[in-house]
């Protein structure tokens, strides 16, 4: 009996990974699906599209890899602090470590050609699959017509004539494969990125150029939570804008960090550095006071917790225009 050819497909859960599965199923491959995790991305589309689809997927932690290319991009960044052609090098490298590991066939990607200008014309692919290390054994089932027919095609593992010839940025041919095989609940195709929001990369600049990196990387995970607001080149605080971001920040930061409260009117719970100096401190105060709910006027009365104990002050909130300056986006 002839063995069935295995392939692992990248699973981010947008449609074009999707329809990737769906076309190697659809020629008798075994496919298991395998999606990356980090504080910039998580997995969570990537785990209902395979239960949708009825695959096994495997979730690989990305954060030290992400975090390497934002920081040293060789092929450059896009947008925002996207560092897209690196990032999905060594996706795909990762995939084909696994793909040994287990004993798969090769490595399937969603990637269409010309989908975007920068990452995906044939050049991008190109060195994409030439720094992924695993070029002859990488798919894209999508648009592999077009493209250089790579072992698993030159062996017949699968049929390429009967692989779509997806080319650029028109997504009608996607939606009615879609239709094809009954896919029906996928995403927008842009978003789910982190680096690529403008905002999200300024504050993550801000970190690197200020602070670096926590070794437990609380700081990078915390980027995502709050307003952030930088008050010198040492000292940054983060006031939650909303109850569930207090909540989040409560339990998310450092226990070294300062939890400052106005306890006399609901309002944010603000964060701040452990060494912060107290002219700061009285800023940092002033600033989640201008957040709190004022009932009267008059100073405002916050409160400063840490691990040696909690202290009070009382001060001026500051005006919408005076916080504007310390936002860093
Ligand atoms: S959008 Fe984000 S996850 Fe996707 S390739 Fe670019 S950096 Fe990586």
Known sequence: MEKQVKALSLLS???????AVCVLREQGIHVEGITFSSPFFG???GTAAARALGIKQHIIDFTEDILEQVQHPAHGLGGAMNPCIDCHAVMIRRAGELMEKLGFDFIATGEV????????NKQSLG???????YEDLLVRPLSAPLLPPTK???EGWLDVEKLPRFSGRNRTPQIQLAEHFGLKDYPAPAGGCLLTEERFGKKLRDLLEHEGLDTDRTNVWLLSIGRHLRLSDRVKII????????ELLREKARPEDLRIVC????????????????????????????????SKPGPVRARISGPDGSRELFV????????QPYFIA
């Open 113 to 120: 050609l010309a989908q975007r200008p920068m990452s995906q």
């Open 263 to 294: 306890p006399d009117q609901p309002g944010p719970l603000t964060i701040a550095p452990a060494d912060i100096d107290e002219e700061a401190l009285q800023l940092a105060c002033a600033i989640s006071a201008r957040y709190a709910k004022k």
């Open 13 to 19: 859960g947008g449609l074009d990974s999707q329809l």
């Open 43 to 45: 997995p969570e589309k």
């Open 239 to 246: 006031v939650g804008s909303c109850k569930a971001e207090n």
């Open 316 to 323: 001026e909130p500051l005006s919408p225009d005076d916080v």
């Open 127 to 133: 060195v994409v699959a030439r720094c992924s290390k």
């Open 152 to 154: 698993p095609i030159r």
